[in-house]
């Protein structure tokens, strides 16, 4: 069974920074693309920032550009979300979530990480709060 765990989350301060885990089990995140998403109160899910683990491919939204980075550690079968200079507006649930990158038809054809529709497997959410 794909289970995908989400951790990290918390309560900090303008500015400050946090490091979100997405654990895999019942998978490897090798030919997968792995993706952080996050929901404010009363808005819609968004894509934060995604890799593609087969060739550390990345992509990151452009509210947190320079802010976040995405990495993967293939040994331990996580994926990281790096967040700095955090501000209140980044406040939110955020979720990790994985897809197949590659068509299960033919292994030539490889998806990119931000086609977050493709996304499949949920982790359930970790909630960061950014307040003073």
């Known amino acids: 069974e794909v289970q995908l765990q989400a951790s990290g989350g918390g309560l900090v301060q303008p500015g400050g920074s946090l490091r979100l885990s997405c654990a895999a089990s019942g998978f490897t995140f090798d030919n997968y693309a792995v993706g952080w998403f996050r929901q404010a109160p009363g808005k819609k899910r968004e894509g934060v920032s995604c890799?593609?683990?087969?060739?550390?491919?990345?992509f990151r939204a452009d509210s947190v550009k320079g802010r976040f980075t995405i990495s993967s550690d293939n040994a331990k079968n996580t994926v990281s979300l790096q967040m700095t200079d955090l501000k209140p507006e980044d406040t939110a649930v955020y979720y990790c979530?994985?897809?197949?990158?590659?068509?299960?038809?033919?292994?030539?054809?490889?998806?990119?990480?931000?086609?977050?529709?493709?996304?499949?497997?949920w982790g359930q959410g970790t909630l960061v709060t950014v307040s003073s």
């Open positions: 890799i593609s683990v087969s060739d550390d491919s990345t």
């Open positions: 979530a994985a897809f197949p990158a590659r068509d299960p038809t033919d292994w030539r054809i490889s998806y990119y990480c931000n086609d977050w529709t493709r996304y499949v497997s």
